[in-house]
């Protein structure tokens, strides 16, 4: 059973500040990562993907891949109360067929 | 409008009565997933289509069933619902494997 680790949360953090979510994955054949937002009692919605190593910004978000390290990260900047949702991070395995998620990370933004 | 559906979107039922949960997208996907969502596991991938009459199995398929007659339609079928069935369950697609995946709005079940 490959494996997808989040950041163990609760997750606070002050309003403007930046938010940083961390994600390990065990299986070295994975070739596309996602985070995706869900608020409470919502399905999972899209926030940015990413396939090769290095940074992706769109917009206030910037997704980091160290494919070396297995390692995925998602930053927040100018985190707003509107981003206080729980965040998933996603892999794919099986040659893309599977799509495995982290228990995922419950981000608060305080005013 | 570009969307996934599942119904019902709510369901109350009793242990061993056979239930579909019906799941549709208009966005011309070729695969199709689906996930259920329970406290602290997260989501687990039950059964996937990579295309029509193409399906396997994912990490939690026992005691489901899956078919894929039409493009759009991958209904989640439990023959003998259980308690430990009781979730939050998610159809999603994409229009390759690997690629994003579109969530519906969920179904939740209650197996008594």
Same mark, same amino acid.
């Given at each position: 059973?490959?494996?997808?680790? =989040?950041? $163990? #949360?609760?997750?606070?953090?002050?309003?403007?500040? &930046?938010? /940083?979510?961390?994600?390990?994955?065990?299986? *070295?054949?994975?070739?596309?990562?996602?985070?995706?937002? =869900?608020? $409470? #009692?919502?399905?999972?919605?899209?926030?940015?993907? &990413?396939? /090769?190593?290095?940074?992706k910004?769109?917009? *206030?978000?910037?997704?980091?891949?160290?494919?070396?390290? =297995?390692?995925?990260?998602?930053?927040?900047?100018?985190?707003?109360?509107?981003? /206080?949702?729980?965040?998933?991070?996603?892999?794919?395995?099986?040659?893309?067929?599977?799509?495995v998620?982290?228990?995922?990370?419950r981000?608060?933004?305080?005013? | 409008?570009?969307?996934?559906?599942?119904?019902?979107?709510?369901?109350?039922?009793v242990?061993?009565?056979?239930?579909?949960?019906?799941?549709?997208?208009?966005?011309?996907?070729?695969?199709?997933?689906?996930?259920?969502?329970?406290?602290?596991?997260?989501?687990?991938?039950?059964?996937?289509?990579?295309?029509?009459?193409?399906?396997?199995?994912?990490?939690?398929?026992?005691?489901?069933?899956?078919?894929?007659?039409?493009?759009?339609?991958?209904?989640?079928?439990?023959?003998?619902?259980?308690?430990?069935?009781t979730?939050l369950?998610?159809?999603?697609?994409?229009?390759?494997?690997?690629d994003?995946?579109?969530?519906?709005?969920?179904?939740?079940?209650?197996?008594?």
């Amino acid at each position: 059973q490959k494996e997808v680790e =989040q950041n $163990s #949360g609760p997750l606070s953090v002050p309003e403007g500040a &930046i938010a /940083s979510l961390n994600c390990t994955y065990s299986d *070295r054949g994975s070739q596309s990562f996602f985070w995706y937002r =869900q608020y $409470s #009692g919502k399905s999972p919605e899209l926030i940015m993907f &990413i396939y /090769s190593n290095g940074d992706k910004e769109d917009g *206030r978000f910037t997704a980091q891949l160290n494919k070396a390290s =297995q390692y995925v990260s998602l930053l927040i900047r100018d985190s707003q109360p509107s981003d /206080s949702a729980t965040y998933l991070c996603a892999v794919t395995e099986g040659g893309a067929q599977k799509l495995v998620f982290g228990q995922g990370t419950r981000l608060t933004i305080n005013p | 409008e570009a969307q996934v559906t599942q119904n019902p979107r709510y369901l109350i039922t009793v242990t061993g009565k056979k239930l579909t949960v019906t799941c549709s997208q208009n966005m011309n996907h070729e695969y199709m997933s689906w996930y259920r969502q329970d406290p602290g596991l997260g989501l687990r991938q039950i059964y996937y289509s990579m295309n029509v009459e193409v399906t396997d199995k994912g990490d939690v398929p026992e005691g489901y069933k899956v078919s894929r007659k039409e493009k759009r339609n991958f209904p989640l079928i439990l023959e003998s619902p259980s308690p430990n069935q009781t979730s939050l369950y998610f159809c999603a697609s994409s229009f390759v494997a690997g690629d994003t995946q579109y969530f519906g709005p969920g179904t939740r079940l209650t197996v008594l």
